[in-house]
């Protein structure tokens, strides 16, 4: 019983909270396709893209978004970037030489 126990909040803990940061990171990328947010003169600001954080209040009743820590982490991997007026754009080349999308994602 306390194996399973052990488990289960290994998987509450760590397991699922990567696989949901790995599902967003995917899921950031469809958004900067989808809304052709490629470059500097296409790029779109987060209230565009709806990649904007919950309020608090929002939050309560809803499940985890891990999209906002998907963006954090793919603008400090430097394939999201940003432009002098603040808008963000998917830097398709890093990306391809970042080795986080090993497979095709669907524009």
Not at 33 to 51: C, G, Q, W, Y
Request: hydrophobic share 45%; charged share 30%.
């Amino acid at each position: 019983m306390i194996v399973l126990l052990l488990i289960l909040l290994l998987l509450g803990l760590y397991v699922i909270p990567r696989w949901r940061l790995k599902r967003a990171v995917r899921q950031v990328i469809a958004i900067f396709r989808r809304n052709s947010a490629l470059d500097k003169k296409t790029a779109k600001t987060i209230d565009e893209l709806r990649l904007k954080p919950r309020g608090f209040a929002d939050g309560m009743f809803h499940l985890r978004d891990f999209k906002p820590n998907a963006l954090d982490t793919l603008v400090k991997a430097g394939i999201i970037q940003d432009t002098e007026d603040g808008r963000l754009y998917l830097a398709e080349d890093a990306l391809m030489t970042s080795g986080i999308e090993g497979r095709v994602y669907p524009r």
